[in-house]
């Protein structure tokens, strides 16, 4: 039986009363389901798939030519779009959706037109006491525009450089050795697994939660970040490879839940909120462990290109971390070097 592979087609899973689960498919994103002549459901082995697939784009092009939805639709069948994991693509759901309803009739023309970036700018700021779901939009909208730019679709994106409402402080956001112990008193094993896998390689929560065994060879961890698509290589520091060794491998992935399942990204936020709050350990975050995980390499003398090719950190965000997030860990680093100094005086003869 061969299966069709349409770049765009989205697929959602429903169960049915019986119990047993059916698949959808449909022609993009939040677009029609493939349906047949008869109105049945296609699916991808059907000979009708590949031509309602066409029809519903042809349609969507013909109805919406030369506007907003129209490049809304674009973006979505770009590689910008569909390279990025689900959890990204269905974050950019929920704002093209909403900019779709709102300025989806737009010709281009008007999109182009400098006093739109005013509009614009008046449609995020209605959602100025959510900042962050602000910057969302914005950031959606500005990447839709930019797309089309880029295909020569538009010359101009009026949405470039728009600015942030949302400026999260994480200054001195660091798992100190108190905080890190509290966890460990009250965590389960996997909760355990978890953080000292972040501890150690400061990768982010979604990335280790899909690591698998096999990217683990004993010696090495290799992650596929999925915010970047960067791979990094990471060798497993001594007490780590001692904990991975000992592990038992309940499943296809490293971290498990205690029935030895693959955790869900909710399931695993609400039970590492609880043994958070078992800890009393209040205002850090999972992700903090990443940024704390930079602070330990620094303090151990790490380079920040040592640094950044562990957690896979750019150079400048190395730095930026250390200098403007986390600064728990400057005073450490100022005595080191202050050390170092001294040192280097008592250890140079007096001039004559």
Known sequence: MTRISLKGVAK???KLADGSIKEYYYAWRGGPLLRGADGRALLPHEPEFA???AEAHKKAAFSHTGTMSAIIREFQMSSEYTSKSDKTKRAYDRYLKDIDKKFGTLPLETIQDQRMRGKF???RDTMADHPRTADYAWTTLARVLSVAKDRGRIAVNVCERGGRLYAADRSEKIWEEAHIAAMLAVATPEVRMALLLALWTGQRQG???RAPWSAYDGKTLKVRQGKTGARVVIPVGAPLRLILNGAPTRSTTILTNTRGQAWTEDGFRA?????CKRAGVEGLTFHDLRGTAVTRLALAGCSSSQ???ITGHALKDVDAILDAHYLGGKIQLAEQAMQKLEKH???TPPAK
């Not at 039970?271 to 043994?275: D, Y």
């Open 121 to 123: 700018k008046a449609w």
């Open 207 to 209: 990335d280790l939660l």
């Open 12 to 14: 959602v899973r429903s």
């Open 51 to 53: 031509v309602a697939f």
């Open 345 to 347: 005086i008592d250890g």
């Open 307 to 309: 640094i950044g090719s």
């Open 271 to 275: 039970t590492w909120g609880k043994t």
